[in-house]
């Protein structure tokens, strides 16, 4: 997921300099929720054995980051992609393709 949201922060600063504030923002907000929930799952996987309440947990990370994808790649396909599209030129958005291709 790291490397998803490190390409998407090329493209939220891009709509910051156009004046998007509120979507990037809240798209942010999801990412760092998002990286939290990954450090206790990580956690709970390097675990040699978890116990009856650790299983209930990780069942419910699971379930969370899930639950959260979805509603997060909905919010990108319905309002972010359209913004990007809307806000960014084709130069921009080519500066945008460069700079992720360098983060792989
Ligand atoms: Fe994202």
Not at 56 to 67: L, N, P, R, S, T
Request: net charge negative; charged share 45%; proline share 2%.
């Amino acid at each position: 997921m790291l490397k998803h949201f490190e390409s998407e922060e090329i493209v939220f600063d891009k709509l910051e300099e156009k004046g998007v504030k509120g979507p990037v923002d809240v798209m942010r907000e999801e990412h760092d929720e998002m990286k939290e929930k990954e450090k206790e799952f990580n956690l709970m996987v390097n675990k040699k054995k978890l116990n009856k309440e650790e299983v209930k947990k990780f069942i419910y990370i699971i379930k969370y980051i899930a639950e959260m994808l979805k509603s997060h790649i909905q919010k990108e396909e319905m309002i972010l992609y359209p913004l990007v599209i809307e806000k960014l030129s084709n130069e921009e958005l080519k500066e945008c393709g460069e700079k992720a291709e360098k983060l792989k």
